[in-house]
């Protein structure tokens, strides 16, 4: 059975303001250094870093496990001596994926935390919301959990994507569907926001390239499980395939109405679900069931680096947390975040580090592709995975 433990890997300290909710979490007991440089969140000892994620609601998988990681890459980090000798610490509030709430507690890591660098957001609707607030405060925001094309076109100086696209996910289920197993009749279920839109044009885009459009199309709001309208628009057609973008309590609900009246129906969703809390609210109705990735799954520590230092520091740091897809990318993505800080070098200024990012090239973090940035390409990975769930893990399958 897969188990979650929310808070078991930090100090939580629940904070209300303005009737709003918010997780305070620091990587040990002390509280966040007192600036005393010209750099927000640097001194001669720390850099302050701030996330806002989603931490508690209908989402709370999709933050709680990407901040678990990057709180074991931050453990491992420190206790080598840090980066450039200084410790990394965190700040990361809930915003429940709620995209008001993301952009106020932006506000307060820059202005009343004043942090040195934004990292691990979850989320396309909270994302685009905080995207002026981060260019008009020219603080860097680094490996945000979305593959949104918004986020990515046109480029943004301080944003830096890791993850590959909505476009590459869809493309490849797409591809897999289409291409191998020759089905002509793929539908879309999608979330009626900028996350839904982005996975819904990616789809477009992929059965496009081949000929085709979408059979049928549903959709249903975010934070709800109300799937019924849609789902009917999809049984109600001819598909062979649908194509579903969400997250996982309404696309588990999906899959279970959608099944009921046709057992013979593939789907596919992006990574953005939640694997592991997707495939628990499952229930063992997994047959036909694919995921695209954008990591290699946890138990590939003997073939990756990466996966195999996340599953130690897991087990080491924080030994009640199950290893999921989402930690292991807080985990990459905080790896790289401190390459780049590194190669700012020890003076260091938000300009800097974002002419440092933009300078790596063939980084190896440990996931067998190498990460590259340029001042024109803000997205460090292209690689995503085709999973399936059929064996009791998920396999990694096949696509010609």
């Known amino acids: 059975m897969i188990k979650y433990s929310i808070v078991a890997f930090l ?44 931490l508690s609601g209908p989402a709370a998988s999709l933050g709680t496990n990407l901040i678990s990681g990057a709180n074991v890459a931050i453990r491992e980090i420190n206790e080598a001596g840090g980066v450039n000798g200084r410790i990394l610490k965190l700040v990361s509030y809930d915003d429940q994926y709620d995209p008001p709430k993301a952009v106020e507690n932006t506000q307060k890591l820059i202005n009343e935390d004043k942090v040195f660098v934004l990292f691990n957001y979850v989320g396309t609707p909270t994302g685009v919301k905080v995207m002026p607030v981060v260019a008009d405060a020219k603080v860097p925001l680094v490996g945000m959990f979305t593959g949104a094309q918004a986020i990515r076109n046109p480029l943004q100086r301080y944003i830096f994507n890791i993850r590959g696209s909505y476009y590459q996910e869809t493309e490849l289920a797409t591809r897999y569907f289409v291409d191998n197993l020759g089905l002509k009749k793929i539908a879309v279920l999608y979330q009626a926001d900028a996350f839904g839109i982005a996975g819904f044009e990616g789809t477009k885009i992929a059965l496009d390239k081949r000929g085709l459009k979408p059979v049928a199309t549903g959709t249903y709001e975010r934070n709800t499980v109300d799937v019924e309208e849609g789902t009917r628009a999809i049984t109600a057609s001819d598909a062979q395939a649908v194509i579903m973008i969400g997250t996982y309590s309404p696309l588990a609900k999906s899959v279970e109405l959608i099944k009921g009246d046709r057992p013979e129906m593939l789907f596919h969703t992006v990574s953005f679900v939640g694997p592991e809390a997707f495939i628990h609210e499952l229930n063992g109705k997994t047959d036909n069931v694919f995921v695209t990735q954008v990591v290699p799954p946890t138990y590939y520590g003997e073939l990756f680096d990466a996966v195999k230092r996340y599953n130690d520091g897991l087990a080491k740091y924080y030994p009640d947390t199950e290893a999921t897809f989402g930690g292991l990318e807080g985990y990459v993505n905080t790896k790289i975040l401190a390459e780049g800080i590194r190669l700012a070098g020890t003076e260091l200024t938000r300009e800097g580090l974002v002419g440092a990012l ?36 998920f396999e990694i399958v096949p696509v010609k």
């Open 358 to 393: 933009e300078s790596l090239k063939n980084f190896d973090v440990g996931i067998g592709v190498n990460v590259s940035f340029s001042p024109t390409n803000h997205q460090g990975l292209d690689k995503v995975y085709l999973t399936d769930f059929d064996k009791g893990t």
């Open 11 to 54: 100090l939580v300290v629940v904070l209300a303001a303005g009737g709003a909710y918010y997780v305070y979490m620091l990587n040990g007991a002390s509280a966040p250094a007192i600036q005393t440089g010209s750099t927000p969140g640097v001194t001669d000892t720390e850099i302050l870093l701030g996330s806002s994620s989603a």
